[in-house]
């Protein structure tokens, strides 16, 4: 059973705080995403990698930055978190030929 | 500028009847297209998808509709169940890219029983 997996279902941060957000596949993909998923927007783009150490922005990456220091492995980071970053992160990989993004179960980060 | 719209928030569908969800995009540079279904608290399921040189793709139930001239896609789920109850996303991805997905803002289907 192919899996992505991010290290918490919930979290509460405080203003100000630095925050990690993991997420390791075992599908040996090459690329992976994280994305935000807010109400009436749907999910947006933060970073991706398609290869290890190589990162990209996507279409909000303020405030946040990444780290893919393995191929299984993708880390999300806010570098001082603030009330507007309070979400739900996904996390996704996918193969660099043909195939669906598989997506992790989610974080619920809030930011008191 | 969203290139990927879903303008339909929400649809209620009697159990047994059609589901049709509606998306349409404005970039012709996008080649792929999914259907994507999301549980409150869980992350988003593969559903089925469709290439931009097809025009329909079946899977059980589901069927996606491509009309490339109009920039518009659709899903039919026949028929509708009420597990079938949850946010469906539309998402593209661009020719020659690294996959990257744009997703629409989603439609909450309610199949009442």
């Known amino acids: 059973d192919v899996k992505v997996t991010q290290s918490s279902r919930y979290l509460v941060k405080r203003t100000g705080e630095k925050v990690f957000l993991e997420c390791v596949q075992d599908m040996d993909h090459e690329n992976m995403f994280w994305y935000r998923q807010d109400p009436g927007l749907g999910l947006r783009l933060i970073y991706f990698s398609y290869d290890v150490k190589m990162k990209e922005k996507g279409d909000i990456p303020e405030g946040y930055s990444v780290s893919r220091e393995k191929k299984e492995r993708f880390s999300l980071i806010l570098e001082s978190a603030s009330t507007n970053q309070t979400s739900m992160y996904l996390c996704?990989?996918?193969?660099?030929?043909?195939?669906?993004?598989?997506f992790g179960q989610g974080t619920r980060l809030t930011v008191v | 500028d969203q290139q990927v719209k879903q303008n339909s928030p929400s649809l209620s569908v009697q159990e047994g009847r059609i589901s049709i969800l509606n998306c349409d995009y404005t970039?012709?540079?996008?080649?792929?297209f999914l259907w994507y279904k999301k549980y409150p608290a869980e992350g988003p399921t593969f559903l089925i998808s469709?290439?931009?040189?097809?025009d329909k793709n079946e899977d059980g139930r589901f069927t996606v509709f491509l009309n490339k001239s109009a920039k518009h896609l659709s899903l039919h789920i026949v028929p509708s169940q009420p597990g079938d109850s949850a946010v469906y996303f539309c998402a593209a991805e661009l020719s020659g890219s690294a996959r990257q997905l744009t997703f629409g803002s989603g439609t909450q289907l309610t199949v009442l029983p």
């Open positions: 970039n012709s540079m996008f080649d792929y």
């Open positions: 996704a990989s996918s193969s660099r030929g043909a195939g669906e993004a598989f």
């Open positions: 469709i290439s931009s040189i097809k």
